[in-house]
């Protein structure tokens, strides 16, 4: 093994004052006393000092005095004396004539075999990074402020669509046309509650407990005429969605319940409506069901409309399978994904 003979301290000296000299980053060598030893380049033209007026000047005397901070020197002289590092201090240089430049500055004092002090210093000009930084920021900022505008601008807007459609429903004569805009009421102020509660997150994700709970109070309001004789009870727990999702889920809860609101109840009969959510891990279950006169025995009745096609529809749309069971009293519709079963389909797809 061949050794390695260590430089005299002048050729070392001599060698790091190169490496200095060439470095693309402003980078200070200084001595104990904070003088000046030697300076890159780039230091020199990053911030136009000329090299020939810094030779063994203290480095707060360098340039026309923007350098004498009194809180940096003593953090250099603190790492000078080994007591501190500095690391990532921030400060402005304020220069006549030129814009103010936001800098960041690192120290550290170096060990010599001849026991002079030392020190490295090293200076970055973050300025355009945070002015671009903050540009961004308020263009984020605008962006979500003029996001929050439109949903509540939208929201608005349904809630109006929804009331003209309920006000419509009251009026006409034809029972089958007060169905048919009762329904589209309560398929709009779906969505208006996903609306609303977009307006409130800033973040772009609905919690399901309360706008389930916003929904079924809506439909309760618009189809219920006595809360004595039927209700709504919302089971949730704390999941949040993303808003198409969400938007899906709600739409298949107002089938739903207004499925069981129209069949399940006849002749004025006493009953409660339960909608229930709950997660498990990626895996979750949606259950709607009631107390009601149970699944019709009769064809002709159990014949499907269009909200069985809409649920139907939706539960594709979110990889989920749909299950109708005779809860005794009454009839459970469950809407059941789970995550092994889909990735298992895009499997054997592929």
């Not at 003088?35 to 000329?50: E, G, H, K, P």
């Not at 004539?97 to 001849?114: E, F």
């Not at 996001?147 to 939208?154: K, M, N, S, W």
């Not at 919690?207 to 109070?217: A, I, M, V």
Request: hydrophobic residues 45%; proline residues 3%; contains cysteine.
């Amino acid at each position: 093994m061949t050794a390695i003979t260590p430089l005299h301290p002048e050729a070392s000296l001599s060698l790091a004052l190169a490496v200095i000299a060439s470095s693309s980053a402003p980078i200070v060598l200084l001595d104990g006393n904070l003088c000046v030893i030697a300076a890159s380049n780039s230091f020199y033209q990053a911030f136009l000092i000329d090299s020939k007026t810094t030779e063994a000047k203290q480095f707060s005397q360098i340039g026309e005095g923007e350098w004498n901070v009194a809180q940096l020197s003593a953090l250099l002289q603190a790492t000078a004396a080994g007591m501190a590092d500095v690391h990532g201090y921030e400060m402005d240089l304020k220069r006549p004539g030129h814009d103010t430049r936001r800098l960041v500055l690192s120290a550290q004092k170096l060990d010599y075999a001849d026991a002079s002090v030392r020190l490295l210093l090293t200076v970055a000009d973050v300025t355009d990074a945070r002015i671009a930084e903050k540009l961004k920021d308020d263009l984020l900022r605008d962006k979500a402020i003029l996001l929050q505008e439109v949903q509540h601008r939208v929201a608005n807007s349904l809630q109006i669509i929804a009331s003209i459609l309920l006000q419509s429903a009251r009026k006409v004569q034809s029972e089958e046309t007060r169905t048919h805009l009762t329904s589209a009421h309560s398929r709009v102020m779906s969505i208006a509650a996903v609306q609303q509660q977009l307006a409130a997150s800033s973040v772009g994700e609905v919690e399901l407990r309360s706008y389930f709970e916003q929904l079924c109070r809506s439909l309760g309001a618009s189809m219920i005429h006595d809360p004595e004789q039927l209700s709504i009870d919302v089971n949730v727990d704390k999941t949040v969605t993303e808003a198409n999702i969400s938007v899906s889920l709600g739409l298949i809860v107002t089938e739903l319940v207004i499925n069981a609101l129209k069949h399940a109840f006849p002749n004025q009969r006493k009953g409660k409506i339960t909608v229930d959510y709950h997660t498990n891990g990626k895996d979750w279950t949606l259950q709607v069901g009631d107390d009601g006169i149970g699944m019709p025995t009769n064809a002709d009745d159990a014949k499907p409309g269009l909200g069985t096609g809409i649920v139907e529809a939706l539960s594709n749309q979110l990889e989920a399978e749909i299950t109708v069971t005779d809860a005794m009293p009454g009839t459970k519709v469950s809407i059941t994904h789970r995550d092994e079963i889909v990735i298992a389909d895009k499997q054997k797809a592929a």
